[in-house]
């Protein structure tokens, strides 16, 4: 493995830097202060389309999109896009400005591979465009859904018609009044494998019977403009060209969309928990208590000292796992994506508590990035599946590699 970076990758690196340090930090309070008030509410901030226009004509557009996709793809690697990822990811929402966040990369992805000619004319260009966002549509209330066999929102064929019956919640992206499309996993067969019993289709998001039950919080915070949705299907009716790959094929899709998506959480965790151990080494060293400087405090010095072991480690991990896929292919490195799901968004929280605490009350004010930060993480660490999942899933898989290994 050979993780130094190309001469392309180091370009790009400091073009994103000098274009986040131009166009993006200077409006992370305007933004927040936006985002935070009521008035504003499901209203993208006004900023965004000049922002997003000053990327693309920079070349720094679409970046997530690896190789394998071909003329939709900007051509990098998972491995050369993690270093992208971790500098967009430094402010939780600034991948927007540059087409690479969630939901839209995974539904890219998606429509990209997946997709017919005909679904990539009307909903992949506009999405790689970036005059559209999506939601991918998947959990539900009353079920467990880290257990996706357990989906029961219903997909039933009528005529040249798909009839969409059930209940859904935490739809990403839901409330955004940009959100034309939703990808949604629902159950098309009620017997026979599980794994084989569900479905995915393309819904647009004005079809009629789409209700919202209410948006949902976090932490207290609609995540505005996007936000996060309990939704209500009732009777929505949908083209059976909607379907996507096929009757059956919804956990086959599912699988090929959540590795790189998980991998790209992880990514900007790395590069969140960067930025609070830079915001709690200036504190420190500026910050006298007792007649000396925080940084002299043997404590501190040890929180820095542990929280840049754990950010080197997590870092090494999400490369060795991104030059994988690139390798191997999602399906052969679905271990070490696992893995650094459950190491990343914890670490980013464990270094946020630490910058936290350095702090004081500073550090749960909205003075600095580093609260935000620190519960965007503790959110991450159940999005794309609990770490409880993905380690019962890595064990499992473990647990058949080493009693294959001989006896030694």
Not at 19 to 37: G, K, L, Q, S, T
Not at 245 to 260: H, K, S, T, V
Not at 357 to 377: C, E, K, R, W, Y
Request: aromatic share 8%; net charge neutral.
């Amino acid at each position: 493995m050979n993780f130094e970076y190309t001469d392309k990758v180091k370009a790009l690196i400091a073009k994103l830097e000098a274009f986040m340090d131009e166009h993006v930090y200077p409006i992370e309070a305007e933004r927040n202060a936006w985002a935070h008030d009521p008035a504003n509410l499901w209203t993208p901030w006004p900023g965004t389309e000049k922002i997003k226009q000053k990327a693309r004509e920079a070349g720094l557009w679409n970046l997530f999109l690896p190789h394998e996709y071909g003329a939709w793809s900007p051509g990098l690697t998972n491995l050369e896009y993690a270093p992208l990822a971790e500098i967009m990811g430094r402010i939780s929402w600034a991948s927007e400005f540059f087409n690479c966040s969630a939901p839209d990369t995974g539904n890219m992805e998606v429509l990209a591979k997946y997709g017919t000619p005909a679904q990539q004319e009307q909903w992949l260009k506009p999405l790689l465009d970036g005059t559209i966002r999506s939601s991918y549509v998947m959990t539900e209330p009353q079920v467990a859904s880290s257990d996706a066999t357990n989906v029961e929102t219903s997909i039933v064929a009528d005529g040249d018609d798909y009839v969409i019956n059930g209940r859904k919640w935490w739809i990403s992206g839901a409330m955004d009044p940009r959100c034309k499309i939703m990808i949604m996993l629902g159950r098309s067969a009620i017997d026979g494998p599980k794994h084989l019993q569900h479905s995915q289709i393309l819904i647009p998001r004005d079809a009629p019977g789409i209700e919202v039950v209410r948006p949902l919080s976090v932490f207290g915070h609609y995540h505005s403009p996007g936000g996060h949705a309990e939704l209500r299907l009732v009777n929505v009716r949908v083209p059976k060209e909607n379907l996507l790959l096929g009757e059956g094929r919804g956990f086959e899709i599912a699988q090929g969309r959540l590795g790189p998506g998980r991998i790209h959480h992880c990514m900007r965790s790395i590069g969140q928990a960067q930025r609070m151990l830079e915001y709690m080494v200036r504190r420190v060293e500026d910050r006298v208590a007792f007649g000396r400087k925080l940084s002299e405090q043997g404590s501190i010095r040890q929180d820095i000292a542990r929280s840049f072991c754990e950010i080197e480690q997590a870092r090494l991990l999400t490369l060795k796992a991104a030059d994988a896929m690139d390798r191997y292919g999602n399906k052969v490195a679905k271990d070490l994506i696992a893995a650094i799901k459950i190491v990343a968004p914890q670490m980013a929280q464990t270094v946020g508590d630490r910058a936290l605490q350095a702090h004081g009350g500073m550090g749960v004010s909205g003075d600095t990035p580093i609260a935000q930060l620190f519960l965007t993480n503790r959110f991450v660490r159940l999005t794309d599946g609990p770490e409880e999942v993905h380690m019962a899933q890595l064990a499992k898989l473990k647990i058949k590699d080493l009693l294959n290994l001989p006896k030694r």
